[in-house]
């Protein structure tokens, strides 16, 4: 985690944010999936709403959305490592990135954990007309207003998927946090950056001053020789 140095770091910034870009991209196109054939028909707004599907899917697609633009913060950052405008918006993108990959996370969580405990009945909602329980892997026939073949096994591949996506979404802002910090020289993983700078600064000063020395040197060589 402290070892963003001035060399190497700003490579592994873009890569992280590249990998951030990458990453919300699927896993709000697989929350679109999963909306689009399942959910906008199980979360109308009814007697049959399942409020913690509407919910974990909304903060999932947000989620996806924000790692977008934290990435993009990431990139710029790694391009202008000096601006502190940029540092500034790279630790609130990460920070709040970070807390709404949790948040969806921990949906995701319960909505796999809800579905699997009742084998997909809140799923099959609004399928059938009567009031016979039915649940994803029933043998009943049911009429459904979207295909119900396999919709169990297919709902919780995508949730699975994408919350694996979405804790390696949490990892990479909290990476991207504390870099922030560390450009902003806050924390102990500052030291070692504000370190490197310091050591950077001298050398460059004693540089400075040598070749000062130097150009005074032969100065004084010049005038003596076109005094002799």
């Given at each position: 985690?402290?070892?963003?140095?001035?060399?190497?770091?700003?490579?592994?910034?873009?890569?992280?944010?590249?990998?951030?870009?990458?990453?919300?991209?699927?896993?709000?196109?697989?929350?679109?999936?999963?909306?689009?054939?399942?959910?906008?028909?199980?979360?109308?707004?009814?007697?049959?709403?399942?409020?913690?599907?509407?919910?974990?899917?909304?903060?999932?697609?947000?989620?996806?959305?924000?790692?977008i633009g934290s990435g993009i913060v990431a990139i710029l950052?790694?391009?202008?490592?000096?601006?502190?405008?940029?540092?500034?918006?790279?630790?609130?993108?990460?920070?709040?990135?970070?807390?709404?990959?949790?948040?969806c996370l921990l949906g995701l969580i319960l909505a796999i954990?809800?579905?699997?405990?009742?084998?997909?009945?809140?799923?099959?909602?609004?399928?059938?007309?009567?009031?016979?329980?039915?649940?994803?892997?029933?043998?009943?026939?049911?009429?459904?207003?979207?295909?119900?073949?396999?919709?169990?096994?297919?709902?919780?591949?995508?949730?699975?998927?994408?919350?694996?996506?979405?804790?390696?979404?949490?990892?990479?802002?909290?990476?991207?946090?504390?870099?922030?910090?560390?450009?902003?020289?806050?924390?102990?993983?500052?030291?070692?950056?504000?370190?490197?700078?310091?050591?950077?600064?001298?050398?460059?000063?004693?540089?400075?001053?040598?070749?000062?020395?130097?150009?005074?040197?032969?100065?004084?060589?010049?005038?003596?020789?076109?005094?002799?």
């Amino acid at each position: 985690m402290c070892d963003f140095d001035k060399q190497k770091g700003p490579g592994r910034l873009m890569k992280k944010g590249l990998t951030l870009i990458v990453i919300g991209h699927v896993n709000f196109i697989l929350s679109a999936i999963v909306h689009g054939s399942v959910l906008r028909h199980v979360s109308k707004p009814s007697n049959e709403i399942s409020t913690e599907y509407t919910v974990s899917n909304i903060i999932s697609v947000s989620s996806g959305l924000l790692s977008i633009g934290s990435g993009i913060v990431a990139i710029l950052v790694s391009r202008n490592i000096a601006n502190w405008k940029l540092h500034i918006g790279l630790l609130v993108s990460s920070f709040l990135n970070a807390l709404l990959t949790l948040a969806c996370l921990l949906g995701l969580i319960l909505a796999i954990s809800l579905t699997i405990s009742g084998d997909g009945s809140a799923l099959m909602k609004g399928c059938n007309s009567t009031n016979m329980p039915v649940n994803a892997r029933s043998p009943v026939i049911v009429n459904c207003p979207f295909d119900a073949t396999r919709i169990y096994d297919t709902t919780l591949a995508l949730w699975f998927t994408c919350a694996a996506f979405t804790a390696v979404e949490a990892g990479l802002s909290v990476w991207c946090f504390i870099v922030g910090l560390q450009l902003r020289g806050i924390g102990p993983c500052a030291q070692n950056y504000i370190r490197e700078q310091l050591e950077e600064e001298a050398q460059a000063s004693r540089s400075k001053m040598e070749e000062d020395h130097m150009t005074q040197g032969v100065r004084l060589i010049a005038h003596h020789s076109a005094s002799a």
